[in-house]
C-alpha cells in the first residue's frame, strides 16, 4: 500500500493494482487541460482535475517530462499521490492495463442507465452532468451533491445527510482522483442502486465488491484521434475515438 502526503491511503486502489500485470513498456503520456490519456497495453483516459492554482513552487507533476522509461507499476503507483495531476496518470496507467471484458460490458451511457434505474426514485448525483436537467424531470427528487454547487445543488458537506436516504447513488469518477471513493460508497444505503461513471473509472469487477452495481467508463477505440484530441485541450464531449460502456453486476 502506498500513502500520499496527506496520509490518505486507499483499499481499492490496492484491489485494482493486485489484479494487473505490469510487465509492458510505457508508450505515451498527454495531460490536457481536460483529459489525462496514457499508452501501455491499451491507450485508457482519466479526466484531468480542474485546479487553476500556482505550481510554481510546488508543480502538479513533480518529474513532468521525465515519466517515460519509468515502468508501469511506478507510473500506476501514482494513483496513490496527495496531487490530482499525478493521480489522474496514475489513474489512465491502471485503466491502460486493464483488461477488460467486453462481453460484460453494453453500449450504455450512464444518463441513460440513470433514467432507467431513478425513475420516480430518489436519486444523488455527485457532479454536474449534461445529463441533470433530463434526469431531474423523471425522478422523484434529486440531490446534485457538487465540489462548487451551483444553482440548485448541494455542497459536498451535505453528502452525509442525502446519499444513505438515496435508492439511486451516481459517483464521478472524479472521487478516486481525490481519494474520497471509499467513503462515499460507504454511506451508501445497502439496497441503494449503486453506479460509479466518468473516464477515471476503471472498468473493473475489482468494483462489485466494494457495492458498486455498475460502472460506467470508456474505451479507446481510436488511439491516435484520442491523443491528439487530449493534447489540443479536447473536453470529454468534444473528444472522438472513444466508445462509453456499462458493465453491470
Known amino acids: 500500500m502506498e500513502e500520499g502526503v496527506t496520509g490518505v491511503a486507499v483499499k481499492i486502489l490496492d484491489d485494482l493494482l ?10 505515451d503520456i498527454r495531460q490536457g487541460p481536460f483529459q489525462t490519456a496514457v499508452v501501455t497495453r491499451y491507450c485508457a483516459l482519466a479526466s484531468t482535475p ?47 492495463l486493464l483488461e477488460v471484458d467486453e462481453e460484460c460490458c453494453i453500449a450504455l451511457n450512464a444518463g441513460d442507465l ?19 436537467d433530463r434526469l431531474r424531470q423523471a425522478v422523484r427528487e434529486l440531490w446534485v451533491i457538487e465540489q462548487s454547487p451551483g444553482e440548485g ?69 481510436d488511439v491516435e484521434v484520442v491523443l491528439q484530441g487530449v493534447s489540443q485541450g479536447a473536453t470529454f464531449r468534444q473528444l472522438e475515438g472513444i466508445q462509453r460502456l456499462t458493465m453491470q453486476k
Open 18 to 27: 493486485s489484479t494487473l500485470d505490469f510487465d509492458v513498456e510505457v508508450v
Open 50 to 96: 480542474h485546479d487553476h492554482g500556482n505550481h510554481h513552487e510546488r508543480p502538479a507533476v513533480r518529474e513532468a517530462g521525465a515519466l517515460l522509461g519509468k515502468s508501469a507499476l511506478e507510473i500506476a503507483k501514482m494513483a496513490y499521490s496527495s496531487s490530482p495531476f499525478e493521480v489522474a496518470i496514475g489513474m489512465a496507467t491502471i485503466n491502460s
Open 114 to 132: 440513470l433514467l432507467e434505474r431513478g425513475n420516480a426514485k430518489r436519486v444523488a448525483v455527485f457532479g454536474h452532468f449534461p445529463f441533470v
Open 153 to 221: 445543488d448541494f455542497p459536498e458537506s451535505e453528502a452525509e445527510n442525502l446519499v444513505p436516504q438515496a435508492d439511486v447513488v451516481a459517483i464521478t469518477g472524479a472521487t478516486f482522483t481525490n481519494h474520497t471513493i471509499e467513503r462515499l460508497l460507504r454511506l451508501c444505503h445497502p439496497e441503494a442502486y449503486v453506479v460509479v461513471l466518468g473516464p477515471t473509472v476503471p472498468l473493473s469487477p475489482v468494483l462489485f465488491g466494494y457495492g458498486v452495481d455498475a460502472i460506467s467508463g470508456t474505451r479507446v477505440v
